[in-house]
Antibody, heavy 121, light 110 residues
Framework: EVQLVESGGGLVQPGRSLRLSCAAS????????MHWVRQAPGKGLEWVSS????????VYADSVKGRFTISRDNAKNSLYLQMNSLRAEDTALYYC??????????????WGKGTTVTVSS | QSALTQPPSASGSPGQSVTISCTGT?????????VSWYQQHPGKAPKLMIY???KRPSGVPDRFSGSKSGNTASLTVSGLQAEDEADYYC??????????FGGGTKMTVL
């Protein structure tokens, strides 16, 4: 079964850091680009960041550029999101999603259940 | 990275057809055939319903169809059923090598 399981969310104070992880199973991880997508409470989906199969291509939404870093470890079938200088507006459910292709972003065919990040003092 | 424009709500009676629009620009929807649609039930993760404008993943009923004209993509649900009540999001690849979502449409089955 193809599966993505996010972890690492929690309550964090503004300005602090948090690292999210996404464990992949059931498919050849290094054959696919990966994405992070977030959803603030009661709001719509917002694309956050994407990484190609070999980490050669990485992109970020303007809202997180310079503060968030996406990375992957293909040996561990894992995707990461390092979030620094967190703000209240980063509060959201963070989803990990698998792209259909290796590089170039196309569509997200598998999604995890998400991990919740709450930024508050 | 402006969000694609979707109507906030759509509705129809069981058995009817409902179409949701998704408007972008020539730098996203109009420039590429990487438009996808996602269904999200309350408290659940999004589910891919349509990819590359018109294609349906295995397991998605053929009541769901997609199309595109210029800078606007559309999702049509035919033969509306109670379980189709959900939020629907469009997404597109963009010319800045990023992705963008629409604001979402809440589909109500009357």
């Amino acid at each position: 079964e193809v599966q993505l399981v996010e972890s690492g969310g929690g309550l964090v104070q503004p300005g602090r850091s948090l690292r999210l992880s996404c464990a992949a199973s059931g498919f050849t991880f290094d054959d696919h680009a990966m994405h992070w997508v977030r959803q603030a409470p009661g709001k719509g989906l917002e694309w956050v960041s994407s990484i190609s199969w070999n980490s050669g291509s990485i992109v970020y939404a303007d809202s997180v550029k310079g503060r968030f870093t996406i990375s992957r470890d293909n040996a561990k079938n894992s995707l990461y999101l390092q979030m620094n200088s967190l703000r209240a507006e980063d509060t959201a459910l963070y989803y990990c999603a698998k792209d259909n292709y290796r590089s170039g972003w196309s569509f997200m065919d598998v999604w995890g259940k998400g991990t919740t990040v709450t930024v508050s003092s | 990275q402006s969000a694609l424009t979707q109507p906030p709500s759509a509705s129809g009676s069981p058995g009817q057809s409902v179409t949701i629009s998704c408007t972008g620009t020539s730098s996203d929807i109009g420039g590429y055939n990487y438009v996808s649609w996602y269904q999200q039930h309350p408290g659940k993760a999004p589910k891919l319903m349509i990819y590359e404008v018109t294609k349906r993943p295995s397991g998605v009923p053929d009541r769901f169809s997609g199309s595109k004209s210029g800078n606007t993509a559309s999702l049509t649900v035919s033969g509306l059923q109670a379980e189709d009540e959900a939020d629907y999001y469009c997404s597109s690849y963009t010319g800045t090598n990023s992705m963008v979502f629409g604001g979402g449409t809440k589909m109500t089955v009357l």
